[in-house]
């Protein structure tokens, strides 16, 4: 079953910005990461397929219309834009009181049952907790609630490494089954890429790459090559040529894993080394375009 589709979605903000006509499709039960710089367009995007926003070109998530459907839609959707913020005066019981009034498909024990793994007082208020432990009660709010789409922006900001890594396992072992989706975005590229079944990249606007992580490794490899391979390494066209402590590293697209391991050592390209180098090609091309 697909979970999120679009044709052709557009939504241009004033100063003709935002999302320029994009294309997606992704299944249901898959864990994916809309990844992208700065005032690349993904929450745009995730302000459309949440119904936020009117936009151009169709889109269907949950096989509804965000727009025009979005009550009925969010009955199976759940959205966090930053976990480390909840109401500060509140108590924690009363957190939980109220998100069990307003939301139909939230089960209080299993929300109690999270947190009481977590040093969180019910009779704390918000704002006496640390950002971790907000993080920690937003988490147990959310999986608590029976999603069958879970969108997270940036959902980390802010919190230190070891509450980052925590979030991300517990999200992984105690949330995700594969009738859920979980659409992620974030910076901190290196901190998800082994959760992630599949990335899609974005830039100004536009969708780059939309692939599996599985398809990414068959088709993408970096290679170092020996001194005297150097230059039939070239000769096979790597995408990319950087030098560490002056041993050239090279990016490959699409070139048999087999040809390249007889010229040196290859490996995995880390997601955010890929992000780096298409990132900077798509720059170039547009670059090129306009000149
Ligand atoms: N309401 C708005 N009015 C005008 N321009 C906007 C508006 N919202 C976003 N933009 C512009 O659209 C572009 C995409 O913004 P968006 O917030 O979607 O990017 P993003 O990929 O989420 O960025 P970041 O990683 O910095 O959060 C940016 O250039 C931004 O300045």
Redesign the pocket.
């Known amino acids: 079953m697909i979970c999120i589709e679009a044709q052709g979605l557009r939504k241009v ?3 003709g ?3 320029l006509g994009i294309d997606l499709s992704i299944p249901s039960g898959r864990i994916v990461g809309l990844i ?12 459309a397929i949440l119904g936020l926003v009117p936009y151009e070109g169709s889109l269907r998530v949950l096989g509804r219309d965000p727009w025009r459907e979005r009550e009925a839609m969010m009955q199976d959707v759940c959205f966090i834009a930053d976990v480390a913020l909840l109401p500060r005066w509140m108590k924690v019981w009363q957190v939980l009181d109220y998100v069990e009034g307003v939301h139909p498909r939230f089960n209080r024990s299993r929300a109690e049952h999270f947190l009481s793994r977590t040093d969180i007082q019910k009779r704390s208020r918000v704002r006496d907790l640390s950002k971790g432990m907000v993080a920690q009660l937003h988490l147990a709010l959310v999986m608590a609630i029976d999603a069958k789409l879970l969108v997270l ?2 959902p980390t900001l802010g919190l230190d490494l070891l509450y980052r890594r925590e979030f991300y396992i517990t999200l992984l072992n105690d949330y995700f089954d594969h009738d859920r989706t979980i659409l992620v ?1 974030t ?1 901190q590229v290196e901190e998800i890429e082994d959760i992630l079944t599949d990335v899609i990249l ?1 830039g100004d ?1 536009r969708i780059t790459l939309q692939d599996s992580m599985e398809n990414l490794a068959q088709r993408f490899v970096e290679l170092k090559p020996r001194a005297e391979t150097s230059d039939a390494a070239r000769h096979l066209g790597p995408i990319s040529e950087r030098l560490i402590m002056g041993q050239p590293i090279m990016l490959f697209d699409g070139v048999p894993h087999s040809e390249l391991a007889a010229l040196g050592e290859t490996r995995q390209p880390r997601l955010a080394d890929l992000f780096l180098v298409l990132m900077g090609q798509n720059r170039g091309n547009r670059k090129g375009a306009g000149a």
Not at 36 to 47: E, F, Q, S, Y
């Open positions: 903000h004033r100063g910005k935002g999302v992208g710089p700065n005032g690349a367009g993904k929450t745009t995007a995730l302000n922006d940036e975005t910076h974005i606007g």
